[in-house]
Structures are given as structure tokens and as C-alpha cells.
């Protein structure tokens, strides 16, 4: 109880607004954002557990508080991309492949504050919020492309489903079930084709118990519980019966710990997200950090109000009482 009322006013205190707001100037684009940017990044992807790991696009804004006895504190907001790595593949975030824009790609924007101590940082705070990319944008890279469907759609459901019982026709060892339905896009109306990626969750059942008795079949949870990521087409011509379906699905070994992915807090039930088009970010638990509180959300504009940076200020100015504001911000990483 002590431990938690001293965590409480520590965020409390650590939330307050400063009343002389001017440390050392980082810029945004400098070795040491990047540093402060990748622990954020790593913190968000391992405590997001749903929908895909998030990359870095851009470092909007650095702010330092001065040193203390408990290092500096680090504000920074982030612009991040969807990548096509599921939360749960195993792949280091460095190695996922960007989602394209043609797919509609979801844009993160947190607002994380961090502590730098003897070199290290460590995550204080974080407030993200998520949304897919506009339709414009989607349509100047791809005109003929499809938007991201709800992923309650019925076409979605129905595809995810068929796509789910062809795989589990093809595999003989393990029964999976259904964890999580990550993004999905139809192209209509003449060939509805839904394209659909999905999560699925080993079962306690081979096929043949599946087939005896698939009410009794559970994911496995715990730290025998595996995952696998699937991405179909499931596709149906004009007066055809039939629908053509093309799923391939890769299984992920047990979790492990060195993955990032953490073994436990692993949602037990697969989730349901109604009437979304995609997991935000803001809707996830972030861990013991993270506040959704009206504090959180103005964490970085109450401490680092927009005011002209280096770069707009530009060589014009020469007042040496100015306020000097990192060169901020960052370069795109992706678009
Ligand atoms: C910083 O991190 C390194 C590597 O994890 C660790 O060895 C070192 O003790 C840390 N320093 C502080 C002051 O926490
Ligand atoms: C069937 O399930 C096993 C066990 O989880 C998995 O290793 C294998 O890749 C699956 N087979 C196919 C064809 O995907
Ligand atoms: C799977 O687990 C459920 C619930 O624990 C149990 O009722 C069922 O018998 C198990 N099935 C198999 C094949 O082990
Ligand atoms: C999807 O969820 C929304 C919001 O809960 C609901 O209004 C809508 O009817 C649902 N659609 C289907 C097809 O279930």
C-alpha cells in the first residue's frame, strides 16, 4: 500500500507542470531522441497486446527538464506506422517491414515521458492515441484500393471463419481457434474479395478430437499457450457457390521472454473489438505507466508549448536571450 501511494504521487508530482521548462536542447533527429524514441517504441510494442507492432515514423518533439538526483526527464512525442508484424510474431520490431500505404496503414501518436539516469532510460508515461491513414492518402497511392472494413463486418466474419476451417482442415497436429481478427479490406461488388489477416490460438485438441467434440476444444493458455498469424483472400465469384480461399498462416514457437513479447498477460479471451476498424492504441492497456487521464493526453503541450523551433526560426535569428528550441521536428522515417 505504501509502495502504491508512493508510485501514485510520484506520477502525480511527475505530472505537474514545470514552472521553469528549459533543460538541455535535444533535437529530434539527434542519437540520443533516438535512443529515448526506441525504449518508448519497445515499451508501446510490449505492452500493446493487440493488433501489430508499431515502427517509428518520426520524432515530433524533444523536451528535457534540468537534471535532478533522479536524472532528467525526457518528453517526446512520437509519430509511429503500423507494421505488418502481429503483436505476437516473434520478429524484433527492426525487422518488420512497414505496413504500405496502399493497405491503409494505422498512424500512432504517443506522447511519452522518460527518465534518463547514468545513461539509460527508462518509461514513466505514455499517452497514444491510433487511427488509419486518411482516404486520400490511401487512394493518391492506390486508386483502385480498398478502405479498412469494420472487423464485425459481416463479409469479415464470415471470411476470417472460412479461411480459419480450410487451415484447420490442412493441420493434422492441432486444432486452432480463433484469438483476434487484426484488419481487414473487401473489394466489391462485383468479385467480393475480403482480404483479412487474423491471430489464432493453439487449442487443447488435435483434428480428430476437434471433430469429436469441438465445444470442449480451449486455446491453450498460460506458458504452453502458442500463437499463429494468418493472412487470407477469400473470394466469391457472381453466381458461384464456392468461394475461392487462399489462407496461409505461420505458427509462432511458445513465447519466450527474449522475443519481447511477454509469456504472461497474455489476454486469456480472444477480443472483440465492435464496430472498429482497426486496435487502437488508445483502448489498450499500456501497462502501469500509462494514464488516459486528462493529465496524460496533455502531458508534452503542458510542458513544452509550440513555440517557434530553431529550424522555423531559421538564421534570422540572432537574439542570444532567446529561448534556443531543439530542431525539431524529426525526419519521416517512412511517409
Ligand atoms: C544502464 O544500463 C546498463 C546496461 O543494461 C547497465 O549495465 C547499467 O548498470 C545501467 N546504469 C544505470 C545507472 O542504471
Ligand atoms: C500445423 O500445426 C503445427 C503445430 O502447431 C504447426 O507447427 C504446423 O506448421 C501446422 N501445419 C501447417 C500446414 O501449417
Ligand atoms: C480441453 O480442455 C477442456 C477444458 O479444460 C476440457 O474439457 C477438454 O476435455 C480438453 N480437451 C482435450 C482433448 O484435452
Ligand atoms: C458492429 O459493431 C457495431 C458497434 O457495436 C454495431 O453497431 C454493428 O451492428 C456491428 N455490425 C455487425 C455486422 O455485427
Keep these: 500500500m505504501k509502495l502504491l501511494l508512493l ?73 509511429l506506422l503500423e507494421s505488418k508484424c502481429p503483436w505476437v510474431s516473434p520478429t524484433p520490431v527492426e525487422n518488420c517491414p512497414v505496413r504500405p500505404r496502399e493497405e491503409q496503414a494505422v498512424e500512432g501518436d504517443c506522447k511519452v515521458k522518460l527518465q534518463k539516469q547514468g545513461g539509460n532510460f ?33 463479409q469479415v466474419v464470415h471470411a476470417v471463419d472460412a479461411a480459419l476451417l480450410n487451415f484447420n482442415n490442412g493441420n493434422n497436429t492441432v486444432h486452432f481457434k480463433l484469438h483476434e481478427i487484426g484488419r481487414a479490406q473487401i473489394q466489391g461488388p462485383a468479385n467480393i474479395k475480403a482480404q483479412v489477416e487474423f491471430v489464432i490460438a493453439a487449442s487443447n485438441c488435435s483434428k480428430e478430437e476437434a471433430n469429436a467434440a469441438l465445444d470442449s476444444c480451449v486455446a491453450l493458455t498460460g506458458q504452453g499457450a502458442y500463437y499463429g498469424s494468418c493472412a487470407a483472400s477469400v473470394t466469391k465469384l457472381p453466381g458461384a457457390q464456392d468461394e475461392e ?91
Excluded: M, W
Aim: hydrophobic residues 30%; contains cysteine.
Design 7 to 79: 508510485s501514485l504521487s510520484l506520477i502525480c508530482t511527475a505530472f505537474a507542470i514545470p514552472k521553469k521548462p528549459t533543460g538541455r536542447i535535444v533535437d529530434c533527429d539527434s542519437p540520443e531522441a533516438n535512443d529515448a524514441a526506441l525504449e518508448a517504441l519497445h515499451y508501446i510494442n510490449t505492452n500493446h497486446h493487440h493488433g501489430y507492432k508499431f515502427v517509428v515514423n518520426q520524432v515530433e518533439e524533444v523536451h528535457v527538464q534540468p537534471e535532478t538526483a533522479n536524472g532528467e526527464i525526457f518528453y517526446v512525442e512520437l509519430d
Design 122 to 154: 527508462t518509461v514513466l508515461g505514455v499517452s497514444c492515441k491510433s487511427k488509419p491513414d486518411s482516404a486520400e492518402n490511401v487512394f493518391l497511392a492506390c486508386p483502385t484500393c480498398s478502405l479498412l472494413a469494420p472487423l464485425n463486418d459481416t
Design 245 to 335: 480461399i487462399d489462407v496461409q498462416c505461420t505458427v509462432y514457437d511458445p513465447q519466450v521472454d527474449q522475443t519481447g513479447v511477454p509469456s504472461s498477460g497474455v489476454p486469456a479471451q480472444p477480443s472483440v473489438v465492435h464496430g472498429h476498424f482497426h486496435h487502437n492504441l488508445r483502448h489498450s492497456s499500456l501497462g502501469p505507466h500509462s494514464s488516459e487521464s486528462n493529465s496524460a493526453e496533455k502531458l508534452l503541450h503542458l510542458h513544452h508549448p509550440k513555440t517557434p523551433t530553431k529550424r522555423s526560426l531559421g538564421k534570422k535569428h540572432a537574439d542570444p536571450n532567446a529561448l534556443v528550441r531543439p530542431l525539431c521536428p524529426g525526419k519521416k522515417n517512412f511517409f
